[in-house]
């Protein structure tokens, strides 16, 4: 800011402070200059943030697409209304079949009537809640015993019951208790409602029921604890609603769901390259360049993206000489329905396994997982250990369960058993494994001579559980171990069988291998098991490609974004500096010109004052 008073040409007449401003626009020249520099700079930040946002969504389907596990590939169909079929993945497979029995859930109800739900119908305070067999599976604390007291006691444990009153009349109560789940593994009783006259069994718990074949002699039932059926095709679930006969479920191989969405991935790949192409354009009718103009950084991502895909050699995917994509869903859906299992791996991953020399032929270690910062190439894998499934064996005294208490704990679930005078092993484990099944503990029980073996579901420390038998712990014969080794020479995870790879420093990062196939024999010479050859498809390679050149550390757009917003700062910056280098000139020309002004003035009132003496004579 300028200091002193300046009345712009009052003495002189001239006008100053437009000299002052046009002196000042001349020299602010170069500062303008920088700021046009920033605008462009500013443009092309603005335009890269832009172009980094739409890559990330062109990835995120890009990855939607490669998870070729998810694909939607086939569709079904049934020849009974009462039956719905659903199809997942790309199997097909039909089944025919009559419709037996429906699955019901297991229900009593209270013989008699109480006058009010704060009867007390428990006088013990306790209820026990019974399985099919007999053998308790939970003891309830009911407080008083009353009605109400006894539906709270049941709706809030772990039971899996559902207790409620009905009022059958003003004044009326019964009680009615139903299983959550159906299927006759749910069936129960309850002892200690001394004050009802007994309770009935309102539907009896049973499983749905389906019968394949009409040939006494070959057909054979399946049954489900509910009305659906899963895993009898695979690929293919179906409900039934009522008893049918002659029904056809169907799952056939569809690839227009998955067409519809190779379709969508083209047009936003298109869409990117269009605005791509926008952004780098120069206009010779108004001489004007997109906000990317000139940016090799663009050209080659440009390049980059018309390579992976034009080198992807997926079906139904090409090149147009214009520089976009184009699809054809016909070539797609073709090629899909020829082979299912070929196209998707065009689109997603393909893992080709080298046995090494000593391992079986047979070995294989299929790909279960992958990730965009997997990069295709040739890995060694190497286990130490394979999975092994926990297992423990129980030896009752000579062979003899009666009276014997059995307890399985995973966890919070626990499933307790007790012998019943003179039941065999058989009928004994078979029980068993009805009550581990409902409780989902992941372990079955199996018998072998005057023993009994249980074994987890699941490969891995995660299935881990234990046995006792009367209160004492029995022998574990396996314990549950995870998979260990290494992928491409770095250490990798174990979960089970699943042989995982987490290593930033590894081309192989992000890639997951089933190593079930893979036995102890195959690694008693050793831990090398053989290569895998890793191949992404176009889906995952044109997400790897996304991910890379947008990667916020050392993406090459990332990085320009950020060097273009470090010049928009060293400018601001300069000009800046300008503004206080113009404010000075400034300050410096108005004190000079006040300067002139005052110097006029005084040589004004001199030349009056000099005016005014009489005048002489030599």
């Known amino acids: 800011m300028s200091t002193g008073l300046s009345i712009s040409g009052a003495v002189s007449g001239i006008d100053t402070a437009t000299m002052i401003n046009q002196l000042m626009s001349v020299e602010a020249s170069q500062q303008n200059a920088l700021k046009t520099r920033q605008t462009t700079a500013q443009k092309a930040v603005d335009a890269y943030t832009s172009v980094i946002s739409s890559l990330k969504d062109l990835a995120t389907k890009a990855k ?312 295709p190439g040739n890995y060694a894998v190497h286990i130490s250990a394979t999975a092994a499934r926990e297992q423990w064996r129980m030896d009752p005294p000579g062979g003899d369960i009666s009276g014997q208490t059995v307890v399985v704990m995973q966890g919070s679930k626990v499933v307790t058993y007790t012998g019943g005078v003179g039941e065999t092993l058989v009928d004994a484990v078979a029980a068993m494994n009805s009550q581990l099944s409902s409780s989902n503990l992941g372990v079955t029980a199996a018998v072998v001579g005057a023993s009994v073996f249980f074994t987890a579901s699941e490969l891995g420390t995660g299935s881990a559980f234990d046995v006792t038998m009367n209160g004492a712990s029995v022998t574990r014969t396996v314990a549950g171990q995870d998979v260990a080794g290494d992928i491409d020479g770095y250490a990798a995870t174990g979960s089970g069988a699943i042989l995982s790879l987490t290593d930033e420093a590894s081309d192989a990062n992000g890639l997951a291998f089933d190593t079930t196939a893979i036995s102890d024999a195959d690694v008693a010479g050793g831990s090398y098991v053989g290569d895998v050859s890793y191949t992404p498809g176009l889906a995952q390679s044109l997400a790897n490609l996304l991910d890379a050149v947008t990667d916020t550390r050392d993406g090459s757009l990332s990085r320009a974004r950020a060097s273009r917003l470090s010049d928009v700062k060293d400018l601001q910056d300069s000009i800046d500096s300008w503004d206080l280098r113009l404010e000075a000139r400034r300050t410096a020309l108005t004190k000079q010109f006040t300067a002139m002004e005052t110097a006029i003035a005084a040589l004004r009132s001199q030349t009056s004052a000099l005016s005014g003496l009489p005048s002489t004579s030599s």
């Open 64 to 375: 939607a697409l490669a998870n070729t596990a998810g694909w939607q590939g086939s569709v079904a169909t049934s020849s009974a209304e009462s039956v719905k079929a659903t199809a997942s993945g790309t199997a097909s497979g039909s089944l025919t079949f009559d419709v037996e029995d429906l699955a019901a859930s297991h229900a009593l109800v209270s013989r008699n009537t109480v006058t009010s739900t704060g009867a007390v119908v428990a006088s013990g305070g306790t209820l026990s809640i019974r399985d099919a067999t007999g053998n308790e599976t939970a003891s309830l604390d009911v407080g008083g015993g009353s009605l109400a007291e006894v539906v709270a006691a049941i709706n809030n444990s772990a039971t899996g019951l559902r207790a409620s009153t009905v009022q059958t009349s003003p004044g009326n109560y019964r009680l009615q208790v139903t299983t959550k789940t159906s299927g006759a593994a749910g069936e129960f009783s309850i002892t200690g409602l001394d004050g009802f006259a007994g309770v009935d069994i309102l539907t009896q718990g049973a499983d749905a029921r389906i019968t394949v074949g009409s040939d006494p002699l070959t057909q054979y039932t399946i049954t489900s604890s509910s009305n659906t059926f899963s895993g009898v095709v695979p690929g293919l679930s179906f409900t039934v609603s009522k008893e049918e006969t002659n029904v056809t479920v169907e799952a056939s191989v569809d690839g227009s769901k998955i067409a519809d969405d190779v379709k969508a991935l083209v047009e936003a790949a298109n869409g990117v390259l269009g605005s791509l192409s926008k952004q780098t354009a120069y206009d010779t009718s108004t001489k004007t360049g997109g906000a990317l103009l000139g940016e090799s950084t663009i050209r080659n991502l440009q390049q980059q993206i018309l390579s992976t895909v034009g080198g992807a050699g997926a079906p139904g995917v090409s090149l147009t000489r214009d520089g976009k994509l184009s699809f054809d869903a016909a070539k797609f859906t073709t090629a899909f329905e020829a082979d299912p299992a070929k196209t998707a791996s065009l689109y997603g991953a393909t893992s080709v396994f080298t046995p090494a020399i000593g391992v079986s032929e047979s070995a294989t270690l299929p790909l279960v997982r992958t990730a965009t910062t997997a990069k």
